[in-house]
């Protein structure tokens, strides 16, 4: 048996499935400044990798939030990796406060600073891209309607890697423990991989 839905009829369920399904996702924990040189620190589970060559990522809001206006402001963000060992910094940095409030010292972590950007980077964490802003985009639904919901797009134009989770000159994934969202109040981590080699023609 399958369960089927319209999404213009509801799921029916105690929860909408759609994050769920839509899982593991990264977590985008997105670092910024204000205009008036403000840190701003927030998680964004809506993220991933755009481009590889040149590098570019993007995260998205669910509502013109700090992270969002900060980066359209000052035209950059750090994207921080969000490893099991901050999850509950990462958690705290969520927390829906004020304007102004700095969610670094909220979350009790220490700052670095970035080779280009003027937004610091959470020093703790195994990586952290620094980006430049090629676009903010409000998305629309398929009527043309306005949705209130940001894409955001940065192109990498610095990356810090703790030397600990290098081996052999690669970024050791079992070692960093990157944190992914699951839908409702789920979460997972990477703690071992595997290899799998693509077919040649």
């Known amino acids: 048996?399958?369960?089927?839905?319209?999404?213009?009829?509801?799921h029916g369920l105690p929860h909408d499935p759609f994050k769920a399904i839509l899982a593991p996702r990264p977590i985008g924990w997105i670092s910024t400044v204000d205009a008036e040189g403000r840190p701003n620190l927030a998680p964004?589970?809506?993220?991933?990798?755009?481009a590889g060559s040149p590098p570019m990522?993007?995260?998205?809001?669910?509502g013109w939030k700090h992270s969002v206006a900060n980066a359209e402001a000052t035209r950059e963000f750090v994207c921080n990796f969000a490893s099991l060992a901050l999850k509950d910094a990462m958690n705290a940095s969520s927390a829906p406060v004020a304007e102004g409030v700095n969610e670094f010292?909220?979350?009790?972590?220490?700052?670095?600073?970035?080779r280009h950007v003027r937004a610091p980077r959470v020093a703790a964490a195994p990586a952290a891209l620094e980006c430049r802003v090629v676009?903010?985009?409000?998305?629309?639904?398929?009527n043309g309607a306005a949705l209130n919901r940001w894409l955001v797009i940065g192109q990498v134009v610095a990356v810090h890697i703790d030397e600990a989770c290098l081996?052999?000159?690669?970024?050791?994934?079992?070692?960093?423990?990157?944190?992914?969202?699951?839908?409702y109040q789920d979460y997972a981590a990477v703690t071992e991989v595997f290899a799998l080699a693509r077919p040649t023609a």
Do not use: I
């Not at 964004?44 to 755009?50: E, H, L």
């Not at 010292?105 to 970035?114: D, K, S």
């Open 1 to 10: 048996m399958t369960y089927s839905y319209d999404v213009a009829d509801g």
């Open 44 to 50: 964004y589970s809506f993220f991933n990798g755009v």
């Open 57 to 62: 990522l993007m995260f998205s809001s669910e």
């Open 105 to 114: 010292e909220l979350a009790g972590l220490a700052t670095a600073p970035c």
């Open 135 to 142: 676009g903010v985009t409000e998305l629309s639904d398929l």
């Open 167 to 183: 081996t052999d000159g690669l970024f050791d994934l079992a070692k960093a423990q990157p944190l992914a969202r699951c839908g």
